[in-house]
């Protein structure tokens, strides 16, 4: 295992530990916190191991985060109409 997956597994436990806590903002600032260090993490695994590994890390930080995803998506179909 090299480093870009150990360093996605690690942000994986650190999702859920972080999960678990409580929070008074419904963990939206954790959230942010973590998209920001997600998505160049994801970049970096797809650098090292290619595309196939990169999306399914990517599904398994969607699985997650999957909140604001929703909203993401909501947001731009709203745009859309």
Do not use: F, Q
């Not at 090292?48 to 999306?55: F, K, Q, R, S, V």
């Amino acid at each position: 295992m090299n480093t870009s997956l150990i360093l996605a597994c690690v942000w994986a436990v650190v999702a859920n530990v972080l999960a678990m806590t409580p929070s008074r903002d419904n963990h939206w600032t954790r959230a942010y916190a973590l998209i920001a260090v997600g998505i160049p993490l994801v970049g970096y695994v797809t650098y090292e191991n290619g595309p196939w590994i990169g999306l399914l890390v990517l599904a398994a930080g969607m699985s997650v985060l999957r909140w604001p995803v929703i909203y993401l998506t909501r947001w731009l179909r709203k745009l859309s109409d």
